[in-house]
């Protein structure tokens, strides 16, 4: 830390060590500023020799023995020149004069009870003053004898003083002395290291004299110990020791706030003397404590002070803390947020400063998000870390154009206009157009690449279109292939809805995005003149864009325009085939000469499944280029099936192919042909063999085949044959058994149904009189006869019988060829 001044006249300043040379990067925990305004005025006349703090009122006492009331600005409200008992609030006085010094009082917390009046003063004895039933105050002296009473602290129903002999607590309820704890270094005189009383609660006491600090919690004493003892007994919780003299303590919420008289030794003369008192804030632990911060002050006069010029009151609930010495009172208070910010922009930590307000927002009273964001901003200029601060420009300039506006001036002042360009805001808000052509200029002169990017980014609607287009322009004619420019000028083109120009520039690069832009603006029309170039760029894509859209370019037209390029209208009308096989019937003439020269495999395929294509024509073609799979297709389409034969026979010599024709075309005299052409040909009369059986009788091959011809694999083949007749056998036999088996099932089937009955009742009618089928009368006599169709007669109304046969059948089924309906069921009564 820096050195604090040491005149009087001085600044105060804070410190962990006057040696220290560097600033200490731990944040103080507490700031410090004096008291001056009726302050001032009283310590130039007198000195300061203790303080007591209640609500927002000091009492400052002085040497010369007057007592001061002071507002927390340090004015005087009031004077007192005796022991004087005065409510701030009402209108009640008492005055005393004391026949020996008072060294200390101390009033009833709850004094402005009527049942409290009750106060302490403490000098060669301690007396206990309150106010009687008649309106008289009274006193009892509730110890002397063991010298000067300098220190006395009242918490609830619990007073705590200090003699030279050590420290006592009373309970003013029972009227008993609780505990005595006694001073450990005796060697210090008490009047000039006095003892030190806080209380950090109604229950726990700290002590701090010489170097020793206790921690002593008041505790209940149960039932069964008590017999003559207290009702309460003292334990001492925690005890430590600390570096220098404690001149005072006060409780920070579970820590302990410090203050030390510091006696050092000087290097040069090597003889002691007083340096700066130290406020330090501790955490007690149970035999030691743990260092939270620690600061030198540099008070008025702070070379000739001992240990017992300095106190240390606090005022609670408001973590407020005041240090007083004879020449200066000194007020601590915590630190809030604007205290930690201040220090955190001290330190250059922006990026924590900024957090921190962000999260306190609402508690900062000093400082704005914005203007440490700023701050920050610039800190992060000048350091150079230019992105970082462009990027940080988003969070904290957000909507404000005018911020944006300014800091982007201030990146093109130091040149890193390219560092900001990425975080422009492009919605809300939007900036000046020229803020964006200014950004977009830049990247033009040095960095085409990054350009590129920042109009596929940008809206078109940020900037002036048209002043961008004639910058790029202007460019391009220094470097008029350049692909970069030129593909950003098509997509400016696009922004500008100028899309012819934009489309041909996408076709010179041969870009991918053609097909999209013709799509996405419906720009059939203006490509009607550019189908060449599309298909050159990329056939697949431009023959699945022209046939998807039939309605804006007809396939005549494409055709035309392809007219040039036979290869190109090919693969059109391929594609155009494989969609539909009548649209572009036509055209299919015309394909036969188009698959033969460019596409001969898929040429048979075509021939296959078109049945517009003009079979002579094809012949005629297949023919001249010695397409012999192709001829042989088309002479067995056209019927003759011969010639196609004898062709695979003679020009292919493939008896397998042969064999697979005659079982297609399945034609007695066309198996004759090949056997007549295979019978001097022992390889083909092996294939014969081996696939005849099944379609010819092998008898009338194995008969024509002359003695002494060597053929080969004949063993084999006669035993596929002879197993070829087996399986017939095994399939024949099977298929009978099958048929039988069935035909038993259905005639069982046919059985069982007709000899179930059927229900006739009175809803039944004859079919050939219509009228009811059982009479009306039971009794009557009926005859009724039932057909297996389930048509129903009456007897009479059924014609007789032929001459020829004497079974009967339905009328009705006979007429509608339905086969005879026997009769099942003769009823008669």
Same mark, same amino acid.
């Given at each position: ?12 300043e804070e410190s962990? $060590? ?8 731990e ?10 305004n ?5 310590l *130039?006349?007198?000195?300061a ?14 040497h ?13 409200? *009031?004077?007192?020149d005796? @022991? ?8 009640e ?18 004094? @402005? &009870? ?9 000098g ?21 004898g063991?010298? =000067? ?7 609830g ?13 009373f ?9 005595n704890? !006694? ?15 806080c ?9 701090g004299?010489?170097?020793?600090v ?46 030390s008289?510091?006696k ?7 003889r ?19 260092e939270?911060?620690?600061?030198a ?13 300095y106190?240390?009151e ?9 240090i007083v010495?004879? &020449? ?5 208070k ?13 330190? %250059? ?10 999260i ?5 009273k000093r ?5 440490i964001?700023l ?5 992060l ?15 904290i ?6 911020l944006?506006?300014?800091?982007v ?26 803020i ?5 200029h ?16 940008w ?5 002036? =279109?048209?002043?961008?287009?004639q ?6 004619? %220094? ?10 000028? /098509?997509e400016?083109?696009t ?17 991918k995005?053609?097909f *999209?832009?013709?799509?996405?603006h ?6 009607k ?12 894509? /431009? @023959? ?21 390029r ?13 969609r $539909?096989?009548h649209?572009?019937q036509r ?12 596409d001969?495999p ?10 517009h ?10 023919? *001249? &280029? ?23 026979m003679e020009?292919l010599?493939?008896? $397998? ?24 040909? !022992?390889p ?25 011809m060597?053929? !080969? ?6 035993? %596929?044959?002879l197993?070829?007749?087996n399986?017939?056998?095994l399939? &024949?036999?099977?298929c009978?058994?099958?048929?039988? /088996? ?15 009955? @059927? ?6 009618i ?14 009557? !006599? ?20 032929s ?8 009328n ?15 009823? %008669?009564?």
């Amino acid at each position: 830390m820096a050195e604090a001044e040491e005149q009087e006249t001085g600044s105060l300043e804070e410190s962990t $060590d006057e040696s220290e040379e560097e600033e200490s990067e731990e944040e103080p925990k507490l700031k410090y500023e004096r008291l001056s305004n009726g302050v001032t005025e009283i310590l *130039q006349k007198d000195a300061a020799s203790c303080m007591t703090v209640h609500d927002k009122f000091l009492a400052l006492g002085t040497h010369y023995g007057k007592v001061y009331l002071l507002d927390v600005q340090g004015n005087i409200t *009031q004077k007192f020149d005796v @022991v004087q008992v005065f409510g701030l609030y009402s209108g009640e006085e008492f005055h005393e004069t004391f026949d020996c010094p008072i060294k200390i009082i101390a009033v009833h917390p709850h004094f @402005v &009870r009527s049942s409290c009046k009750q106060f302490v003063t403490g000098g060669k004895k301690l007396l206990l003053f309150e106010r009687s039933w008649m309106n008289r105050w009274k006193s009892a002296v509730l110890h002397e004898g063991e010298g =000067n009473i300098r220190s006395v602290k009242w918490r609830g129903h619990l007073i705590a003083w200090a003699n030279n002999m050590g420290v006592k607590i009373f309970d003013i309820i029972s009227k008993q002395r609780i505990t005595n704890v !006694p001073r450990d270094d005796i060697s210090l005189r008490p009047d000039m290291y006095p003892c030190s009383l806080c209380w950090k609660d109604n229950v726990t006491l700290i002590i701090g004299w010489g170097t020793s600090v206790k921690v002593c919690s008041v505790k209940e004493r149960h039932a069964s110990e008590m017999r003559d003892l207290p009702s309460r007994y003292v334990e001492i919780v925690s005890q430590f020791e600390t570096e220098f003299y404690i001149s005072g303590l006060a409780p920070l919420c579970d820590q302990l706030v410090v203050l030390s008289y510091v006696k050092e030794i000087s290097e040069k003369t090597e003889r002691e003397y007083c340096a700066r008192p130290r406020l330090d804030i501790i955490q007690p632990l149970s035999e030691t404590c743990e260092e939270i911060s620690s600061d030198a002050l540099t008070v008025r006069g702070f070379q000739e002070n001992e240990c017992r010029d300095y106190h240390l009151e606090y005022s609670e609930g408001e973590s407020l803390f005041y240090i007083v010495s004879p &020449r200066d009172v000194v007020v601590a208070k915590e630190r809030d947020q604007d205290d930690h910010i201040d220090w955190l922009l001290e330190k %250059k930590k922006y990026e924590e400063a900024l957090m921190a307000a962000e999260i306190s927002q609402k508690n900062i009273k000093r400082h704005k998000i914005l203007d440490i964001g700023l701050a920050y901003i610039n800190h992060l200029v000048e350091r150079g870390d230019y992105d970082i601060a462009a990027r940080k420009c988003q969070k904290i300039l957000g909507k404000n154009a005018a911020l944006w506006e300014y800091e982007v001036y201030k990146f093109k002042e130091i040149g890193q206009l390219k560092a900001i360009s990425s975080y422009l805001p492009r919605g809300d808000p939007v900036l000046k157009p020229l803020i964006y052509e200014m950004i977009l200029h830049e990247f033009l002169e040095s960095d085409y690449e990054g350009f590129a990017t920042l109009i596929r980014e940008w809206p078109g609607d940020l900037y002036n =279109n048209s002043v961008i287009v004639q910058a790029v322009r202007d460019h391009l004619k %220094k470097d008029s292939q350049n692909k970069t420019l030129l593909k950003t000028l /098509a997509e400016l083109y696009t922004y500008d809805k100028n899309y012819g120009n934009a489309l041909e520039i996408y076709l010179t690069l041969r870009h991918k995005d053609v097909f *999209q832009l013709i799509h996405k603006h419906n720009l059939f029309s203006s490509i009607k003149d550019k189908i060449v170039l599309l298909m050159d760029f990329d056939s697949e894509k /431009a @023959v699945d864009m022209l046939l998807d859209n039939e309605d804006k370019i007809s396939i005549k037209k494409v055709v035309e325009e392809l007219e040039d390029r036979p290869e190109l209208q090919h693969v059109y009308l391929h594609k155009l085939f494989k969609r $539909d096989h009548h649209k572009g019937q036509r055209y299919h003439e015309k394909q036969i000469s188009l698959y033969a020269e460019y596409d001969r495999p898929n040429l048979l395929p075509f021939l296959r499944d078109s049945i517009h294509c003009p079979l002579e024509k094809a012949l005629e073609i297949c023919q *001249q &280029r010695n397409f012999v799979e192709e001829t042989v297709y088309l002479l067995s389409r056209m019927g003759n099936s011969r010639s196609a034969l004898k062709m695979i026979m003679e020009e292919l010599h493939d008896v $397998d192919k042969a064999i697979e024709f005659a079982k297609e075309q399945d034609d007695g005299e066309l198996w004759e042909d090949l056997i007549l052409y295979s019978i001097d040909k !022992p390889p083909f009369i092996t294939g014969l063999l081996n696939n005849i059986g099944t379609h010819v009788d092998p008898i009338l091959l194995i008969h024509r085949i002359k003695e002494g011809m060597e053929i !080969p694999n004949l063993r084999d083949s006669l035993v %596929k044959i002879l197993q070829d007749y087996n399986l017939q056998i095994l399939l &024949r036999e099977g298929c009978k058994k099958i048929l039988v /088996a069935d035909s038993l099932s259905l005639l069982k089937k046919m059985h069982r149904t007709q000899m179930k009955g @059927v229900l006739v009742d009175e809803e039944n009618i004859c079919e050939s009189c219509l009228s009811p089928i059982l009479p009306s009368d039971a009794a009557k !006599p009926f005859s009724v006869v039932v057909f297996h169709c389930r048509h129903m007669f009456h007897k009479e109304c059924l014609p007789m019988p032929s001459m020829n046969s004497a079974a009967q059948f339905c009328n009705i089924c006979s007429a509608k060829n339905r086969g005879p309906g026997s009769a099942i069921l003769e009823m %008669k009564k």
